[in-house]
């Protein structure tokens, strides 16, 4: 009779479809990794297409290569990673039931995940005045540098900057910022933008999803017993910094003969 | 006056069906059953447009010279047939109607793993389905089912992009409905229902929902790919930029082979239960049923390239792909093979769904064997783009998995509805859709292996007697297929009341009552036989393949 009763009591306590809260966690953990499985193919196809492409016209894809900021790359592969580490933090406060930590860790997310997104977005930007969107505005020829505009011209300074006094190469620096770009570079470029594209569109997706879930948090709705919801989207947030983990050393590093 | 009221001396037990009664209740359930019906109505419906743009395909080639008024109008048709066929009806038919209605039933769970995702799935396959339906409405498209660029990308002047969006709609629909499939048969098992004692059907739908998660985000890129090229008239695949037209077929078919197995996988599940029960015995080589599915998913993963050998691929990779799509008639066979010995001394009925089943194994036989052959490098070589193909896959699609569809609604239409249909009405619908498919078909096998190529809007006169044959055997299959829809529907007000088991199925969905309560048993049932324990069935009603729990 009382063994009738927990189960009762336990069946109340979660969706009518499930026994427990263990069956309930356990079966959106496995619906999480099956997602994330869908995800990997879906980005494997961009992966193996940009590979094959690659290793067809290699020189292009490498001078397409030395036109990206390797160093706003890497800077904002450190940013994700930290985004990560806030995640992981809110996860851990949701492991605890404090709602008031997964609050404050998920806004912090949301915004290193916005700084991300800025940075990538002055890329966009700096690509856009170098000619190096794919369409009719691409020029083979790099442009001049008075004709890219006062934040590009910051960029360049920088750069000149690092490559004169840090690493001392300016010659091969100098050399390389003016070879011709060749006609299959905007192939490269192609594969840039909608890579990352589809990279920030996923991070968009989750900001949003983020929002959300400090709401539910407000309303109480998590707790040490119940938490699924974060700790599904932990997952997910994850699984988008590691897509450019790959993404970075693809596109950015990939550069020398 | 005294008011006279009328009270009944029973009340009727309570069934997903009259739960409640209006509209809202149905669009926003959140019951696999109902669900499962939503689909089925959507599907019908899609079914039937389909079926016209056939109609259109095959009055057009009555004459040799064209019945429709242009070539591009005929380019639209088979184009809107592919299309919606492969994706609005044969990928969701069984999975989505029978799948989403029997597989809690079958392993005695409350409901899928996750009910709302269910129904968002239903409402992205009604949202890309009115699409699909806009785009047919508002001029077509004429690139045919498989969009190969740069035709689709570069020259097309049809709406070759909404139907992309479409289909990149639909395919969530399907991966999320793959998704919550395999959470629930891992997690939602009844206790003491073993993986191998789950009805075979379960792991056909397995096998395929692994097909549905690895394969549809595939072809979701790709067409992104392929609208980006279209959109911004940059060639990703377009050989003047450095691209490879090559690749996307590569991409389209890694995709577009294993969906055959998403059609004809949840077929081979509705066979296996159909055979079972009306042949009153266990089925022959359970495990090697259950894991020939798992094997077809798995190798049909690595055949792709058997639809490209004329596409300038490297001859060494031909003959990899070639002995690979050998290999995978290997575990297909295993499962003709153990129906057929299941069939051997059992006590067949040859009841409506029956015959469906016994017409699909025929026929499929006879699409499959010609499979090989046109896996066969050389062959190929000759009969690539020919109707022999247009037969081939007709025989696998129509002969395979609509038949096996069809047997699964008739099979499981008392469980779904109560009621019983006309049996009379039913054998000669499967009759007559026996009939008129092979009228249809086997013609094309024919003109095919002479030489007609497919996708023609006019053709040299000699073969005009094969498409006369073949239109007359396409109206006959439309009698078939209308058929069943009057009866069927005749049954929901005029049928005999069902019972809970009315075929004596030893499966665990027909212990419960027809149609069953919302939450599908009145208690967790508890598992304690393996299925198919015919050998054990005791006379008429009682099961030993189920105990309930005293509470």
């Given amino acids: ?257 | 006056m005294t008011a006279v009221t009328y009270i009944p001396d029973y009340a009727p037990p309570e069934t997903y069906l009259n739960a409640s009664h209006t509209i809202r209740s149905w669009l926003l359930t959140k019951d696999h059953k109902r669900i499962g019906i939503l689909y089925m109505i959507s599907i019908t419906i899609m079914f039937m447009v389909a079926a016209g743009a056939a109609a259109l395909i095959r009055i057009n080639l009555l004459s040799p010279t064209g019945l429709l008024p242009q070539p591009l109008d005929y380019n639209k048709a088979f184009t809107v047939h592919g299309v919606l066929m492969v994706w609005w009806f044969l990928v969701p038919s069984v999975p989505t109607v029978l799948g989403n209605f029997l597989i809690p039933l079958m392993i005695g769970a409350r409901d899928l793993a996750f009910p709302r995702l269910n129904l968002a799935s239903w409402y992205l396959f009604v949202a890309s389905a009115i699409l699909v339906l806009g785009v047919v409405l508002f001029g077509g498209v004429d690139t045919g089912w498989t969009f190969y660029s740069p035709y689709s990308s570069l020259f097309s002047n049809t709406h070759v992009t909404l139907t992309i969006v479409a289909i990149f709609i639909n395919g969530f629909s399907s991966i999320l409905t793959g998704l919550n499939f395999i959470v629930t048969i891992h997690k939602m098992r009844a206790p003491g229902m073993t993986w191998f004692r789950m009805p075979l059907f379960c792991w056909s739908m397995y096998a395929t929902s692994v097909i549905f998660v690895l394969a549809t985000p595939v072809l979701a890129i790709t067409l992104v790919l392929l609208a980006i090229e279209r959109l911004l008239r940059i060639g990703i695949f377009d050989a003047a930029l450095g691209g490879d037209p090559v690749l996307f077929q590569h991409l389209f078919w890694f995709y577009s082979h294993p969906v055959v197995y998403i059609q004809i996988l949840p077929t081979f599940g509705v066979a296996s239960e159909v055979v079972t029960c009306f042949a009153r015995k266990r089925p022959f080589g359970y495990a090697a049923i259950a894991f020939s599915s798992l094997a077809i998913a798995l190798i049909g993963f690595l055949v792709w390239a058997h639809h490209m050998f004329d596409a300038g691929i490297s001859p060494y990779s031909g003959i990899v792909f070639s002995f690979l799509s050998f290999a995978v008639a290997v575990p297909t066979a295993i499962k003709i093979f153990s129906w057929t010995f299941t069939l051997h001394k059992g006590s067949i009925a040859l009841e409506t769904p029956m015959l469906y089943i016994l017409g699909f194994m025929g026929l499929f036989t006879i699409g499959g064997l010609t499979g090989v052959m046109l896996a066969t490098l050389g062959l190929d070589m000759h009969m690539h783009d020919t109707y022999f193909v247009v037969a081939h896959f007709h025989y696998v699609m129509v002969g395979g998995a609509v038949m096996g569809y069809m047997a699964g609604i008739h099979f499981w239409w008392p469980k779904m509805t109560g009621k019983m249909f006309n049996e009379f009405w039913g054998k000669i619908a499967a009759a007559i859709t026996f009939i008129g498919f092979n009228l249809t078909f086997f013609p094309q096998y024919v003109m095919g292996y002479l030489g007609m190529p497919r996708r023609y809007y006019s053709y040299p006169p000699e073969f005009q007697v094969y498409h006369v044959l073949s239109t007359a055997g396409a109206s006959i299959l439309a009698f078939g297929y209308l058929l069943p829809l009057v009866y069927l529907l005749w049954s929901l007000k005029y049928g005999r009341d069902a019972g809970p088991n009315p075929y004596r199925s030893m499966s665990l969905e027909w212990q419960t009552e027809s149609p069953p309560p919302t939450e599908n048993f009145e208690h967790t049932p508890i598992i304690s036989e393996p299925p198919y324990a015919y050998d054990l069935q005791l006379p008429m009603g009682s099961s030993a393949a189920m105990k309930l729990v005293e509470a």
């Avoid at chain 1, 404050?104 to 890329?123: D, P, V």
């Avoid at chain 1, 190469?169 to 003016?178: G, K, N, P, T, V």
């Avoid at chain 1, 070879?179 to 997706?205: K, S, V």
């Fill in chain 1, 1 to 257: 009779m009382s063994e009738h009763l927990v189960t009762e009591i336990s069946r109340s306590l979660v969706p009518e479809q499930f026994e427990d809260r263990h069956q309930q966690k356990e079966s959106s953990t496995l619906g999480m990794w099956t997602f994330l499985a869908t995800e990997i193919l879906f980005f494997g196809v961009l992966f193996a297409s940009y590979t094959i492409y690659r290793h067809q016209w290699p020189d292009a894809f490498r001078r397409g290569s030395l036109d990206l900021k390797w160093y706003l790359g890497g800077l904002n592969t450190a940013v994700l990673l930290l985004s990560s580490f806030c995640m992981a933090m809110a996860v851990h406060a949701a492991a605890l039931g404090n709602s008031g930590k997964i609050i404050r860790y998920l806004a912090l997310t949301i915004l290193i995940g916005g700084l991300f997104l800025a940075i990538k977005g002055t890329e966009y930007y700096i690509e856009f005045r170098e000619h190096l969107v794919p369409g009719p505005n691409f020029r083979i020829d790099p442009p001049a540098e008075e004709q890219t505009g006062v934040v590009v011209g910051a960029f360049d300074k920088f750069e000149k900057w690092f490559h004169s006094s840090v690493l001392h190469d300016e010659d091969r620096y100098e050399h390389e910022r003016h070879l011709p770009r060749p006609g299959n570079e905007e192939l490269f470029m192609l594969f840039y933008f909608i890579m990352t594209a589809i990279h920030a569109t996923h991070m968009i997706i989750g900001i949003g999803v983020m929002i959300v879930l400090i709401v539910m948090a407000k309303r109480g709705a998590f707790s040490a017993k119940y938490h699924n919801p974060v700790e599904m989207f932990g997952l997910y947030w994850h699984f988008v910094d590691i897509v450019w983990v790959f993404l970075f050393p693809a596109l950015y590093l990939l550069r020398q003969p």
